[in-house]
């Protein structure tokens, strides 16, 4: 099993609609969870830190569930500029490298 | 100026050349990392140092080797490139572990195509 696991889509939603992300993890003691964004050609960039009580940055939640060891991304009225692949990030912290997941797809269209 | 910047951003070679990609950063990070990324495979890493001192291999290290000259400075090379390496290869920075921040830093990314 990888140690980071996400559904590579694409996901293809059109403008405003809601879309969620999940990955799951197979250490249960990891520490740290991202989420990151990267667009086509582009370098990774964080998007938002998945803390245990759950987070919201605007349009974006994110959410973590220890006992099933999956966080998600959740997507409020996704914009055209939301097309990008979206990439889970798990830490163990300390001394170990967070590991990436592959990425999941988004293609938002008119 | 960007915080991490990699040279060259492109490169074009033959197979059994050797290439060198560069790494620089201002974020006066102690870690650093190199990852190349394929289409569906995601990012793989290849090596990364937590200072100057430390050098680690990383999941895909044959074929490569690093040179962490000063903080700020971290180089990979290809000692002999292959035409599987070629690949976007990215560098990364982080600082040390702070409960919930080891978040990374990338560079814009090198693409490199061995011909």
């Known amino acids: 099993r990888k140690e980071v696991e996400q559904d590579p889509g694409p996901f293809n939603v059109p403008e405003g609609a809601t879309v969620a992300f999940n990955c799951t993890y197979s250490?249960?003691?990891?520490?740290?969870f991202f989420w990151y964004r990267q667009d086509c050609r582009k370098e990774p960039k964080l998007l938002m830190s998945?803390?245990?009580s759950g987070n919201e940055d605007g349009r974006f939640t994110a959410q973590l569930n220890r006992a099933s060891q999956y966080i998600s991304l959740l997507i409020r009225d996704s914009k055209l500029s939301d097309s990008a692949t979206y990439l889970c990030?798990?830490?163990?912290?300390?001394?170990?490298?967070?590991?990436f997941g592959r990425g999941t797809s988004l293609i938002v269209h008119p | 100026d960007a915080d991490v910047t990699q040279t060259p951003r492109n490169r074009i070679t033959k197979t059994g050349k050797r290439i060198m990609l560069e790494c620089s950063q201002t974020?006066?990070?102690?870690?650093m990392y190199w990852y190349r990324q394929d289409p569906g495979l995601g990012l793989r890493l290849i090596y990364y140092?937590?200072?100057?001192?430390?050098?680690n291999k990383g999941e895909i290290s044959d074929g490569y080797s690093v040179s962490r000259q000063a903080q700020a400075k971290f180089s990979l090379s290809l000692e002999s490139a292959i035409p599987n390496q070629t690949a976007l290869y990215f560098c990364?920075?982080?600082?040390?572990?702070?409960?919930?921040?080891?978040?990374?830093?990338f560079g814009p990314g090198t693409r490199l195509t061995v011909l």
């Open positions: 974020k006066g990070h102690d870690r």
């Open positions: 998945v803390y245990s």
């Open positions: 250490n249960s003691a990891s520490q740290s």
């Open positions: 140092s937590f200072d100057v001192k430390d050098i």
């Open positions: 990364a920075t982080s600082d040390k572990y702070t409960a919930g921040t080891d978040t990374q830093y």
């Open positions: 990030v798990v830490s163990l912290g300390g001394s170990y490298i967070p590991t």
